[in-house]
C-alpha cells in the first residue's frame, strides 16, 4: 500500500506529480513501452492510494518515445504464462483486472495520452481512461484474437461498446485491426486528436483544468457515468438528484455562486475526501431512509409482492450506488445502512 503519492518513488514506470496533476510514463521506449508483470502491480497500487489522495485531484497515462504501450510483454510475460497452471493463470488475469478496476474506481478523472502504438494492454489503458487525446500517428488495436485469445479482456466488452458502440466494439474486438487517429476521433474514442508536439502539453492542461475544478464533484461525475449504465432510468435520475444534493453541502458550490455573485473566477476549495459533517442533510436523511427501504424490499420479495418490491427497490439503488462513490458519500451511506436497517 502506497502511503503518500505526492512523495512515492515508482520502480518500474515514471511518476511525477506537478501540483495537482499527477502523469504516470511507461519508459521503455526501445521495447515500444510493454508491460511487466511489476508494472501491472505498481500502477493498480497508484491508482488505489488515489482513493485517499487528496492533493492530487487528475492524472495524465501517456508512453515514452513515440510510443503509448505495446502490451505484454512478450518474454516477461507471455513466455512464462505458457508454463502456469489454471491457478497461476487466474491469478493473472485477476492481476491485470485489477488494474483496470482502480482506474475506474479512483476519484480522480483520467486522461490517456497516445502517441504511436497503444496495442493489447496498452489500448485497454487507453479505454479504461475517462479522456484520450491521440497524436495523428496514434494507432490503437484490441489485438487479443490474434493471439489466440478472446476479446473480452480486462473489462473490453463492457467498456469498449460504451464508447464506440456495439457495433464498432465487435468489429474491433473481432478482428483485433487497427483502429487509427482519425478514425478514432470520428468513433468517439479519441476525444480530441492533437499535434505530436503538444501532446504532453494538452494533456497536462486538460488535466490541470479539470484539477482547478470542483473535485467532490467530478469524483461523483465520475462514478455516475460508470454506475448508471446498471440503473434505469427512473433510478438514475432519482439517484442523480441525490447526488446533486450532496455536491450542493459542499464548499465548492458556495464559492463558485460567491464568485459569480461577485464578478470573480471560482476557485474552489479542495473537497475531495468530503470531511465536513453532513449527518443532518435532507439528503443524507433520505439514503438513510432507502437503506431502509431495502431492507423491507427483500422481505417484500420474501413474500412475494413484486410490485411493493419494485416500488421500494428504486430507493434502494441509490443507497447501493452511493456506497461505492468515494468520500464523505460512503461514509454517510454507510451510516444510513447501519441506522436504517435498525429502523426496518
Sequence with gaps: MIANLTSYQASSLAFAVDGPVATLTLNRPERKNPITFESYAEMAAIFQAAATE???????????GGNFCSGGDVHEIIGPLLDRDTKG???FTGLTGSLVKAMRACPQPI???V?????????IIAMASDMRLGTKRARVAFLFNRVGLAGCDMGACAILPRIV???RASELLYTG???GAEEGLAWGFFNRVVPVETLAVDATSLARDLAEGPAFANAMTKRMLQMEWAMSVEQAIEAEAVAQALCMTTGDFRRAYEAFVGGNRCLPEIELGGTRDRSDHPATRWLAGAAGLQQRDRRVRSRGDDRGADRLGRAGAVCRWLRGAGGAGTAE??????GGGGRG
Design 89 to 91: 493463470l487466474m491469478a
Design 165 to 167: 458502440g456495439q457495433g
Design 115 to 123: 502517441d504511436g502504438g497503444a496495442a493489447g494492454a496498452g489500448a
Design 54 to 64: 487528496e492533493a492530487i485531484r487528475a492524472f495524465v497515462v501517456t508512453g515514452a
Design 177 to 179: 485491426r487497427t483502429l
Design 333 to 338: 451511506c454507510a451510516g444510513g445502512a447501519a
Design 111 to 113: 486522461i490517456a495520452a
